[in-house]
């Protein structure tokens, strides 16, 4: 039953990243609604919020209230206390700030993905424009950052760059594998200019020497190929269901379940249509000597 792999998850210390254990509440919370035969309108009238803003609570990106939640728990038939206690505790641990919260200039789907990336065990990451952010140098992700449609202020530009190498920790520290496929796109597309190309390229041929890191190039002679317009990453927890998000203009997207097993299959694929480790290591440094200075 549903609430069984909830006890499992809360047990390991490992994954109460704040955001992903608000992800798993609201996703508990949602299917036990929908096992309940409540809708969506029922529920927030109950707890005197609007519909939207309980698509939010389920969604993970806002907390509730202790009385909130046990009113909801009440109207879903959930009556386990033990079950009820993991709940409320998720509910407290969902309230606390994680690293990035000192950062004010983060959108809030951001600071969500940072939550969820924290806790993550391996991402599967399948780029076709730019280098995997975990694997940018600052100067790459200056350019990229200030060329935003949002235009965001030096500051927030400085902000953001600081946060994305604070995120790079969870390679260097070795609590992530990284598995990143790439379009062979990525590699020549001047960002920033020659002299930041050349450095990005240097810091994957490093960043391919470690162990929990593997980097894989799709070449351009392999024709079309599954996904090769989207974009999307794959994380994998320790304990609980992995997650599929996919960052678009007008919002991002996270999709769990049989999507998942989907996107899981479509990024064998890209594999199995990308050179080897060893040889994309052969394409890096190639390009790296005669397109750079």
């Known amino acids: 039953m549903w609430f069984v792999s909830v006890r ?12 992903f254990v608000r992800f798993q509440l609201g996703a ?13 309108e029922q ?4 707890i005197e919020v609007s519909p939207s803003t309980l698509r939010r ?15 909801l728990l009440d109207r879903y038939g ?17 309230k606390q700030r994680g690293w990035w919260a000192k950062y ?10 940072i939550g969820l990336e924290s806790a993550a065990s391996e991402i599967q990451n399948f780029e076709t424009l730019v280098v995997p952010g975990l694997l940018q140098t600052a100067e790459y992700a200056r350019a990229i950052i200030s060329a935003d449609a949002s235009q965001p202020t030096p500051q927030a530009t400085d902000e953001r760059v600081t946060v994305r190498l604070e995120r790079q920790k969870l390679l260097t520290e070795e609590k992530l594998r990284l598995v990143a496929v790439i379009d ?19 810091a994957l041929l490093d960043a391919q020497k470690r162990w929990n890191v593997s980097i894989q190039v799709i070449p351009f002679k392999e024709g079309a190929y599954a996904s090769m317009v989207s974009s999307f ?13 996919s960052e678009g203009l007008t919002g991002d997207l996270y999709a769990e379940g049989e999507d998942v097993d989907r996107c899981t299959r479509v990024f064998s694929s890209l594999r199995a249509a990308a050179l080897s480790p060893t040889a994309s290591t052969a394409m890096i440094k190639r390009i790296r000597d005669e397109e750079t200075p």
Do not use: C, W
């Open 43 to 46: 529920a927030a009238t109950l």
């Open 28 to 40: 508990q919370l949602k299917r036990a609604r929908e096992d309940a035969g409540v809708t969506t």
């Open 57 to 71: 609570i389920e969604q993970g990106r806002v907390g509730l209230k202790g009385p909130a939640l046990n009113a």
């Open 233 to 245: 990453h794959i994380l994998s927890f320790s304990e609980g269901p992995g997650v599929v998000y």
């Open 78 to 94: 959930v009556t386990d206390g033990e079950l009820r206690e993991t709940l409320r505790s998720m509910a407290r641990t969902g």
């Open 8 to 19: 499992g998850r809360m047990e390991n210390a490992s994954v109460e990243s704040p955001t």
């Open 104 to 113: 004010a200039d983060l959108p809030n789907a951001y600071r969500q993905y």
């Open 184 to 202: 062979e796109a990525v590699l020549h597309r001047q960002i920033g200019g020659p002299d930041v190309m050349r450095d990005q390229l240097a």
